[in-house]
């Protein structure tokens, strides 16, 4: 059996230890123009000349949730692609989603303005009712979020393109439920899989649609936000302010707006990262399994190209 893996910007060595530490009898490599065809790839981000040239895969595994640089490319219909399915990272994103609604629904950042200008404050305690939580995209990482948010009694909401259930959350989906999700949510968390519908689906009329003083959490991809429109709104008061993990450039350009924006928080791209133990350990669970015959329908994280996800 031969790995090959192409992983763009990413510190390919030691994925080549680990798969290799777990299928000793295997070849294990990083790709390089030319390379042997191989069984199996392990990717991120890979150019399309790695597909163009690797024509007998019988498995393409993204170390990554989000598979929206796969679906650029022209991959042949009948390689399955399988992206990571948690490996560690939904609990990064609970952690990271409810510390930032939980600075702003306690205005931590007003009290830590306070504190740096030596001043003794106290603000009057907000209700949580008055703060509903929606999670646009409630897949894995969604779901996780919800649960996690539900833990802190805020009501949450969520929506999905399909009709999704679960426990704790009031859910919406499709084009139709859309705005009844928008208009009785107050902090929105942005986890959808960036695809051409959910392309600037943040934009100056969905963001309108929030209930008055509402706040914008994105950790999904940059593409998702109209940055323009966004700071349109916070500066009008419509809304009070946002925090951003992800950009349409990356790393964000020193120019940006966004850095310098007092109701901005940017985080460099970091609310849930790849973890490699976790993530070499599932992959290889799946290879085998294919390798034992299970049908790939059978594995958790089949992505279906034309959908984004």
Known sequence: ?????????????????????AFPDATIEQWVPGSPLADYAVVWAPPQQFFDEQTALKGVFNIGAGVDALAKLRIP?????????DAGMSVQMAE?????????????????????SGKWSYRKP??????????????????????????????????????????GVTCFSGVEGLND????TR??????????????????????????????????????????????????????????????????????AFWNHPKITV????????????SIAQIAGKIRALEAGAAIGSLAGVVDLKKGY
Request: with cysteine.
């Open 187 to 256: 902090i929105l968390v942005c986890l959808l899989p960036l695809t051409p519908e959910t392309e600037n689906i943040l934009n100056n009329d969905t963001l309108g649609r929030l209930l008055p003083g509402a706040y914008v959490i994105n950790v999904a991809r940059g593409g998702h936000l109209v940055d323009e429109d966004l700071i349109e709104l916070i500066d009008s008061g419509q809304l009070a302010g946002a925090t951003l993990d992800v950009f349409r450039t990356e790393p964000l350009p020193a120019s940006h």
């Open 1 to 21: 059996m031969r790995i090959t893996c192409c992983l763009t910007d990413t510190k390919t060595p030691p994925w080549l230890e680990g798969f290799q530490a």
């Open 126 to 167: 907000r209700a949580r009712n008055d703060y509903p939580v929606g999670v646009m995209g409630v897949g894995v990482l969604g779901e996780r979020v919800s649960r996690a948010l539900a833990q802190f009694d805020f009501p949450v909401l969520g929506w999905s393109r399909s009709e999704k259930t679960v426990a």
């Open 96 to 116: 990271y989603v409810c510390h930032a609604v939980i600075r702003h629904f306690r205005e931590f950042d007003g009290y830590e303005s306070d504190v740096a």
């Open 77 to 85: 219909a009948d390689v399955p692609v399988v992206r990571l399915d």
């Open 181 to 184: 999700f928008l208009k009785a």
């Open 267 to 278: 985080t460099p791209h970091t609310s849930a990262r790849t973890l490699r133990d976790e």
